[in-house]
């Protein structure tokens, strides 16, 4: 994708059809899908929640016969040695580029067919990628994210088409690819768990429970990523699941112009990873429920020290099953005995763990640990 390159088709007038939106209905769309070969390009993000999804997406599409490149932001010899991009090696197959996807100069040499783009939150960070890829890429696939919704505690499940939030970059960067008619499609992902993560996300728990901790949970403490008002939900996805249905996009141009919650079909509440964890651990877990606004440790959606919102944050992902014909293989339950035992073969129960905020908290609740 060399800026010479796009540059000479830009100027030639080369332009790709957006058609294939005008599918309608399930059966049509998944019969617009193409069996075919694309050269893939994965831009994936240096760290957080979402890094570990290029490795995993990457196995997807080459297990389909793809040719793929993950051009990974950052710098090489500060972000190789650890995860999720110490296993880049380990893929037959994979070629790995690093560089900026801000900086032209640093891009691989393409074309390609499909871009990913699991890189860019706002449009500042995305715009010179997609003004790299018009006129050249068949599917431009946006991987933004389900934060983008505005928050509904009286129907908290969102659907795609719920109301957004205006000042989300996501949002902007989507009008922004509807504006210079990309034929792209957007998926908006919740929590991830799984291999190679670079951020925490049930590992929170086990480090409090197998070292007979308490856990302290924000109010009301049942925090499902879907559910009622008086119970904090949460859907925890797997990413291998995140992986499958975004490599169900090559091909299918029907899926065009559209939006898809990337998220398990289940919910748990926070007291449930709890249970979930200790269970697994063979203990019985000592869950504090409490307020962070009154133990001065948090407020608005957000409490210092845990990995989680204060809200709820759950969606459906009904559409993808029913357009894409993708369906989840994991659940968090049956997940959880392989994910407690990655977290001892680290060796993570003998390393040291900052537990001030929560001495804090527990201070306020006058528990002790």
């Known amino acids: 994708m060399a800026l010479a390159q796009l540059g000479s088709r830009r100027a030639a007038g080369v332009r790709v059809s957006a058609r ?113 890829a018009k006129g050249m890429c068949k599917h431009y696939v946006f991987v933004a994210s389900a934060g983008a919704y505005k928050a509904n505690n009286i129907e908290p499940m969102h659907f795609e088409g719920d109301e957004r939030k205006s000042s989300a970059g996501h949002v902007t960067v989507e009008k922004y690819l509807e504006a210079e008619g990309l034929p792209y499609t957007v998926f908006q992902p919740l929590y991830i768990y799984g291999p190679h993560t670079a951020k925490d996300c049930e590992q929170w728990f086990v480090d409090r429970i197998i070292r007979d901790r308490p856990v302290p949970i924000p109010t009301p403490g049942v925090q499902l990523v879907t559910l009622s008002h008086m119970l904090l939900l949460v859907t925890l996805s797997h990413v291998e699941d995140v992986a499958s249905m975004l490599a169900a996009v090559p091909g299918n141009s029907a899926a065009i112009r559209q939006h898809y919650n990337i998220c398990s079909d289940r919910q748990i509440s926070f007291t449930g990873i709890a249970k979930a964890v200790g269970k697994a651990l063979g203990k019985e877990p000592r869950i504090v429920l409490y307020s962070p606004e009154e133990v001065g440790t948090g407020k608005s959606g957000k409490a210092e020290g845990f990995p989680f919102r204060t809200i709820h944050f759950c969606a459906s992902s009904d559409k993808a099953k029913r357009e894409l014909g993708w369906k989840p293989k994991h659940t968090f339950l049956e997940d959880v005995p392989a994910l407690v035992r990655d977290y001892t073969a680290a060796g993570r129960q003998h390393k040291d763990v900052d537990f001030s905020v929560d001495d804090k908290i527990l201070s306020a609740m006058r528990v002790y640990a």
């Open 20 to 132: 294939g939106h005008a599918v309608r209905g399930a059966a049509s769309r998944r019969s617009a899908v193409v069996v075919r070969a694309d050269k893939c390009l994965i831009v994936n993000t240096k760290g957080g929640g979402h890094a570990f999804i290029g490795l995993h997406l990457a196995k997807e599409l080459l297990a389909k016969g793809h040719d793929v490149t993950i051009f990974n932001d950052g710098d090489q010899a500060k972000l190789s040695a650890k995860a999720p991009f110490k296993e880049y090696g380990s893929v037959r197959g994979l070629k790995v580029h690093w560089g900026s996807p801000v900086d032209y100069s640093t891009y691989p040499e393409g074309p390609f067919d499909v871009v990913y783009d699991n890189n860019g939150k706002d449009l500042d960070s995305c715009k010179p990628l997609i003004d790299a």
